[in-house]
């Protein structure tokens, strides 16, 4: 059975850090350091609003020579988002990031943010089903099964 997007949230903890749209950049940078994370969800009262991502960072404020401390995440986030339901298989999340060219994907229960899957959690889930394929397969072929 393909493991979900449920059971890899359930595995990791269904924490999201977020940031509002009215932080400043460099708020949302401290905020990704201090979580050791490579994106942000932007949130607000009507839920979930964009991503921020070191992509952005880099694309939208270095290179286009703006501040991080003057700059409010709303004017440099990502809102064209992929997002995907818990029911989706680790398989259909690898297809939409690989298709999407993303690295992280919000998790919407009926409309509800209830996590976020990175590309390391999606590695992580498939080598797992891999190593447990191996596992099985080479006990089916000793005959210690």
Sequence with gaps: MAATVRQLLQAKGGSVVTVSPQATVFEALEAMAKHDIGALLVTDESGLRG??????????????GRFSRDTKVEEVMS???????????????MNL??????RHLPVLDKGVLVGVISIGDVVKAIMSQQELM????????????
């Design 51 to 64: 991503i921020f991502s070191e992509r952005d960072y880099a694309r939208k404020i270095v290179l286009m």
């Design 134 to 145: 191996i596992s099985e397969l080479e006990s089916y072929i000793t005959g210690s099964r």
């Design 97 to 102: 990031m690989t298709h999407h060219r993303i």
């Design 79 to 93: 809102t064209d988002l992929v997002t995907i339901a818990p029911e989706a298989t680790v398989a259909e999340c």
